[in-house]
């Protein structure tokens, strides 16, 4: 006798929605304004939470169940790359740069997303996105997590990797993304989602997180390639998220409008000055070159960028005005930033040269109008002074962006001959900044960026020497404090790749690997 | 037998990151865990003051009242990171989906003594507002806490929290139908039997101190909970009364108390013993969420136990109280 009588089958959105927003209710014991405090400062308004659309429907058993497999794979692979020396069979020394330029700069930022999307994905009052908001929080402790197991075995034979994350909190360059997180998730939870989930996650991941993996696939490093690609399903759900953001908002309330404009040319901009890192990876720092910067911004910026604000546009959506600015700096991004930090290669965790001819014809022929003309007789003079033994270090201290905290070295957009000051006298202090843009941000908002932590100040306040320094003593070396404050090993971690520990190991390990000695 | 494969070997610089090496011992090989762990919040040169929270820094231990030398003296015992969490959750997920799998397609619900089932569904459903509520809670932890070491476990806490207001919701499905889910939801709104438990789970919702959360939380009233209503209830007085296939659909929670009671347990022990203001304070938090929680819990209780729920309930709390002597709290 069969009693069972088969159930009504629901849908999958009707299952997704008992699985999730289901599962709240209405307040009456607490007020809903004492439960989620936060939702209505930032002046955004929102009247139905429901009219919410789940950008995917994960539950989490589902959620176990496909991130396990990957987990199982990803680390498998780790694995047999580190215990094979994988690592010696990267294209040359000079790649593993780009490993520590990600490990110090981009990974703290993934954990700082992981408890940034704990925060709102508590804080909104919608049931739909804050489920969403705390599934990126748990992807992006993933993301920390086996960034840093991959690059770990780097660390364990390369320098510029031991001290990521106390460097990320002090070194001056490492200021430039900090800040930009920092920046966000002290924002309120709305202008959090524009910042990370839209403008981050869905304009500019191509021009950050795919180079790198790009640039890794390229260059023989398997082990950052098989993180990136694992982690592409989660990115592909993160961009979902942030596009379903933008759209519920604007689609709430007319009002929110000026509002999220405001913040996506912000965000874009702040963004942008971010990749200004990347730009230089992408040029400079590695050997077999995916795409040169210009290029990658005229692909996913221009083009896919420009057709997503196209779709936005029924919104009232403006594509951000500094998009302007970022097509005149596009020729002379890369190169401008390499040449800073060629000058400041003793300060810097890792190790800077001058490019090898070829590669400086790869970089004339991305760059017609630009590199032969301003760039490549720089670069060339730096090689003769280093030839002759007079290997070019800057000691003296960079004037910082009050916003972006970048060196003052960008050039007047249509001028590349002339460095772009701008600057703001506010309560009796005058502040100093690298763009129109970047101005702008800090007029709007003085009283937050008055608080940033520029390294440069710090340094000269006397804030950034190891506890127990005293600067008065006689010969007292300020650059050798700094660098000990940054736990930056002098001789090891900096100066120019040529003659560095990274590149003679290198080259032995591969001669043991690959030779009968 | 033996057999030597040979790779090139290669003697590295150094064996961890430098501030994983402070903490474990200078040439020390790290554990995954301690990579993923140990020191990866920011702690210094913070830009910006949040706009939500100016009198805080972005992470402050001054946000809550218990005081840690080092907030990473936390271990977690069972060492989770992203991936082996994912890992032991995807295998228990495969056990509760055969479960589910096993009831439905045996049609083991429509077997039930139909009293057994009414109580097993009344007593259920609602409780998957509770986990929902339990998975904000977390959230809230892992975002104002201090020191990865406390928040990282509090991510994975919210979401399995999640999961079980899931399973929760399922076990409803299959126990009932939409329907079920509907009263469920009635009931843990207006049905007297709810309301203490509900106006506990809306109270913490509004605890700004993040450790006291944890003690209001995953201390007292899961503390409370899960023994009363997934040991007692449904694997012993249920299952006796031939009810094993509800046991079937809350297995997944019954397993997941037995693991997460170990860190909670660790986490108070290591807080408790840093000092005896912390021991105070602990206490003081665990006896007032315990008191609230039994009141809460004690109609609930009876929708399963009926008459007995009382005595469960002195029993779980009993329980409870020697648990927590163990890691070091008289309450």
């Known amino acids: 006798m069969d009693m069972h009588a088969p159930k009504k089958k629901l849908g999958l959105k009707e299952k997704y929605q008992v699985m999730t927003r289901g599962l709240d209710w209405e307040p009456s014991y607490q007020k809903k304004e004492d439960i989620y405090p936060y939702a209505t400062y930032e002046g955004i308004k929102i009247h139905d939470w429901d009219k919410w659309e789940d950008p995917f429907r994960l539950t989490m058993d589902a959620y176990w169940k496909y991130q396990a497999e990957k987990e199982r794979k990803l680390y498998a692979i780790i694995d047999a790359y580190a215990q094979s020396n994988g690592h010696l069979n990267v294209t040359d020394a000079r790649y593993l740069n780009t490993v520590k330029l990600f490990l110090t700069g981009v990974s703290p930022l993934e954990y700082m997303a992981h408890r940034g999307f704990a925060h709102v994905g508590r804080q909104f009052p919608g049931a739909g996105p804050r489920v969403a908001c705390l599934m990126q929080s748990l992807d992006e402790i993933r993301h920390a997590q086996t960034q840093i197991h991959a690059l770990s075995n780097y660390n364990k034979h390369y320098n510029g990797l031991h001290e990521f994350r106390h460097m990320h909190d002090r070194v001056w360059y490492l200021s430039v993304p900090k800040s930009f997180f920092d920046d966000a998730i002290t924002a309120g939870p709305f202008e959090f989602m524009i910042a990370i989930g839209f403008s981050f996650e869905y304009v500019l991941t191509n021009l950050l997180f795919v180079p790198f993996v790009s640039g890794a696939a390229y260059n023989g490093d398997m082990g950052t390639m098989t993180f990136g690609f694992s982690a592409q399903s989660d990115e592909a759900r993160h961009m979902t998220l942030g596009l379903e953001v933008i759209k519920f908002i604007l689609e709430q309330d007319p009002d929110n409008l000026p509002i999220v404009q405001r913040w996506i040319d912000k965000w874009t901009w702040r963004g942008y000055r971010v990749l200004t890192l990347v730009a230089m990876m992408m040029d400079y720092m590695l050997p077999k070159r995916t795409m040169s910067w210009k290029e990658a911004w005229e692909v996913y910026f221009e083009e896919n960028g420009g057709a997503l604000f196209k779709d936005l546009a029924r919104y009232g959506i403006k594509i951000p005005k500094c998009a302007e600015t970022i097509a005149l700096e596009k020729d002379h991004l890369s190169h401008q930033a390499w040449g800073t930090f060629y000058n400041y290669g003793a300060a810097a965790a890792f190790h800077t040269w001058v490019p090898e001819k070829d590669e400086m014809d790869w970089l004339a022929a991305k760059y017609p109008d630009s590199f032969d003309k301003y760039y490549r007789p720089r670069l060339e003079y730096w090689r003769e002074q280093a030839a002759q033994g007079k290997r070019f270090y800057n000691k003296t201290l960079p004037m910082l962006c009050q916003t972006c905290q970048i060196p003052m070295l960008f050039t007047e957009p249509g001028d590349p001959t002339k460095i772009c000051y701008r600057e703001v006298d506010y309560k009796g202090g005058k502040y100093h900044f690298c763009s129109d843009h970047c101005k702008e941000i800090f007029e709007h908002e003085p009283e937050k960026y008055v608080q940033s932590w520029l390294p440069v100040h710090q340094i000269y306040q006397g804030n950034c020497f190891p506890e127990g320094t005293d600067p008065t003593a006689e010969g007292f070396d300020p650059l050798a404090a700094v660098l000990q404050y940054y736990h930056l090993e002098f001789g090891r971690d900096n100066l120019d790749f040529e003659g560095s520990e990274d590149q003679k190991n290198f080259e032995t390990w591969r001669g043991q690997a690959t030779k009968n000695v | ?331």
């Open chain 2, 1 to 331: 037998m033996h057999i030597d494969l040979r790779t090139v070997s290669i003697k590295p610089l150094r064996q961890t990151f430098d501030h994983v090496a402070r903490r474990i011992g200078e040439g020390k090989a790290a554990s995954r865990y301690q990579e993923g762990t140990l020191d990866l919040q920011a702690t210094a040169n913070f830009h910006y003051r949040p706009t939500w929270d100016p009198a805080h820094e972005i992470f402050d231990v001054s946000r809550t009242a218990l005081r840690m030398a080092d907030w990473y003296a936390f271990k977690d015992p069972r060492q989770f990171y992203y991936g082996t969490y994912t890992i032991t959750r995807g295998r228990q997920q495969e056990t509760a989906e055969a479960n589910f799998d096993f009831v439905d397609t045996r049609g083991l619900a429509d077997m039930l003594e139909p009293e057994l089932r009414t109580a097993a569904t009344r007593l259920l459903v609602p409780l998957r507002h509770v986990a929902w509520g339990a998975n904000m809670n977390n959230a809230a932890i892992c975002a104002y806490a201090y020191g990865t070491a406390i928040t990282q476990p509090c991510i994975y806490h919210a979401m399995d929290q999640l999961g079980i207001a899931q399973y929760l919701t399922r076990a409803g499905l299959l126990l009932g139908d939409l329907d079920a889910l509907d009263e469920g939801r009635r009931a843990w709104l207006e049905d007297e039997a709810w309301q203490g438990l509900r106006r506990y789970v809306e109270d913490s919702f509004v605890v700004q101190d993040p450790i006291e959360l944890y003690v209001a939380q995953n201390v007292a009233l899961d503390g409370l909970l899960y023994p009363l209503v997934y040991l007692t209830t449904v694997d012993d007085v249920f299952a006796s009364r031939g009810g094993s296939a509800v046991a079937l659909l809350t297995s997944f929670m019954s397993e997941w108390f037995q693991e997460t009671r170990k860190w909670v347990d660790a986490t108070l022990k290591t807080a408790a013993g840093e000092s005896a203001d912390n021991k105070a304070l602990l206490e003081h938090w665990s006896t007032h969420w315990r008191d609230r929680a039994a009141s809460a819990l004690r109609p609930v209780a009876r929708i399963g136990l009926g008459e007995a729920a009382d005595e469960m309930l002195a029993d779980a709390l009993g329980q409870f109280n020697a648990r927590l002597a163990k890691a070091g709290l008289t309450v």
